[in-house]
DNA sequence: TAGAATCCCGACCTTTTTAGTCAAGTATCG
DNA sequence: CGATACTTGACTAAAAAGGTCGGGATTCTA
């Protein structure tokens, strides 16, 4: 029931671009060294993000990213469902990737209706948490600060 | 977010056994052909069940496994911790196996408080259903049958 | 228009996990 | 005794996780 590395790397960077949002690019440097997130692989999953349609980027000296829609138009189960696949726990209970195991009767199959459960459990957080509710978040779990780069995200 | 193929087979064997508690002991090879499971990697299972005090086994002719406790005092959450560690997305908000994440400042983190409440969600679920509720839903699914061997697991 | 900064892209690498398989041994029943 | 089951530990192949790297393409600025 894990969230990879790359998809934790992914929140966070996103998280960061959340904050940033109407005030022009950050650099993917600044995102790594803010994040503590090894600089080439955050590069690869701001690529990965890029041409799923999440982030858009700019090239050149003063490049760097931005997010491509709005922060409340961006939930946190679209972004891990890109970077991990289904967030049902098996196969046979996801609406987006479902796969028929294994069991003699899929139908009457008593664990696949508590998985039917967590799956909504964990899809009822994740699709109700958009991006610009985690910045709401993380402001008021900072409190009020004087400038907006101060926020340790 | 995955259970992995081992969790599902452990949760499968075990509710086979939760169906037949109170009478005897189940052979593998019986657990493994009614629910498509290859017979040696379901050995490994049960034993790894059994040292961790799940499940009794009785060797020799009339061999077998049957659960250790009753089935109402074994939860799914307890099962899936054993064979698979932490039911939370990430180490940071794990109770039974925490471990700090590298993000700068843990406390103040929204990703985390966002997990926190996928972890609360999945794991209310989890703990509530025991082996013994499990039986009930196959009983319930399948409607009433004439010989309880003929429940389809 | 050169050069520095930045993103872009694909290949590569190492370690861990997953999903099994197998052989030989030990206990039990009849 | 011998057939039947569980027991134990080693082994393996394939995939995933978690990165790293070199070199190319853009863009800004002096």
Redesign the interface.
């Known amino acids: 029931?894990?969230?990879s590395q790359r998809g934790?790397y992914a929140?966070?960077a996103v998280?960061v671009l959340g904050m940033n949002h109407g005030s022009g690019v950050v650099r993917i440097r600044d995102i790594a060294q803010?994040?503590?997130?090894p600089r080439r692989f955050l590069e690869q999953i701001l690529n990965d993000l890029k041409s799923a349609g999440f982030v858009l980027s700019k090239r050149g000296v003063a490049g760097g990213y931005r997010l491509q829609r709005g922060p409340n138009e961006i939930s946190?189960a679209d972004i891990?469902r890109h970077l991990?696949g289904?967030?049902?726990?098996?196969g046979c209970v996801s609406v987006n990737y479902y796969q028929r195991?294994?069991?003699?009767?899929e139908?009457?199959?008593?664990?696949r209706?508590?998985?039917q459960?967590?799956r909504d459990?964990?899809v009822?957080?994740?699709e109700g948490?958009s991006v610009a509710h985690?910045?709401e978040?993380?402001r008021d779990?900072?409190g009020p600060l004087e400038n907006p780069l101060d926020y340790?995200?």
């Not at 139908?107 to 664990?111: F, T």
């Open positions: 029931m894990k969230l934790e929140l966070r998280l803010q994040q503590n997130i946190l891990i991990e289904p967030l049902a726990p098996v195991c294994s069991c003699p009767d139908g009457a199959c008593a664990i209706s508590v998985m459960e967590v459990a964990i009822g957080v994740l948490v985690l910045c978040r993380v779990l900072q340790i995200i």
